[in-house]
């Protein structure tokens, strides 16, 4: 376990809990939001969620492309895509031209799902010299998977008591704890201490 530590289990535990909610709860009820706040009919918003599904699904060779264009850094990867979420989820909530707000959803969903990318496709394979690749993302599995449970619960109450656009908010301060894990505290700190 201590050598699970060293690997950064913790930090990639919160990425797994925050992407498990946007890949799995903000996909799940997509459909719900452009139908219900933007004002679509439940066929075309149908159809919208379809090609958005489409698009959704190409996450991971953009991912591919931040990453190598980050120096093959999954920390720098994850805080890029976090902060490109955050910054998609923003101008969701402050655009309110339909289309141009579906197009920053889902390159929000987009980016956010890259962090998801990192985490499992790089992240976990890395640990292969603990010899716990199975056990920890068994684990990580586990808390992305409930925190999508909790997260459909309470984005269901959520949506009829806030409103869509305050819980666009909410996806945004999500992203916004992603940028904030993901910063590179000791470079940022080891500075401060060789000039003492």
């Known amino acids: 376990v201590r050598v699970l530590f060293k690997h950064q289990i913790v930090t990639y535990s919160l990425v797994a809990i925050l992407t498990g909610i946007v890949r799995t709860s903000v996909v799940f009820w997509l459909p719900t939001y452009i139908a219900q706040h933007l004002g679509f009919t439940p066929q075309v918003s149908a159809v919208i969620f379809t090609v958005s599904s489409v698009a959704i699904s190409l996450s991971a060779f953009i991912t591919v492309f931040v990453h190598e264009r980050m120096g093959c850094k999954m920390n720098r990867t994850v805080l890029v895509m976090f902060s490109a979420s955050a910054l998609f989820f923003l ?7 339909p289309v141009l707000n579906i197009i920053w959803i889902v390159l929000a969903i987009i980016a956010a799902n890259g962090s998801s990318t990192v985490l499992w496709s790089m992240y976990c394979p890395s640990l292969y010299e603990t010899g716990l690749v199975s056990g920890a993302t068994g684990f990580l599995d586990f808390l992305s998977y409930m925190a999508a449970a ?13 409103g869509w656009g305050n819980l666009i908010l909410v996806w945004c301060g999500l992203m916004v704890i992603g940028v904030l894990i993901s910063l590179p505290y000791r470079k940022i700190i080891r500075p401060s201490k060789v000039g003492k």
Do not use: D, M, R
């Open 91 to 97: 101008l969701t909530y402050l655009t309110g031209t």
């Open 150 to 162: 909790l997260a459909n619960v309470i984005f269901a109450n959520a949506a009829s008591s806030i």
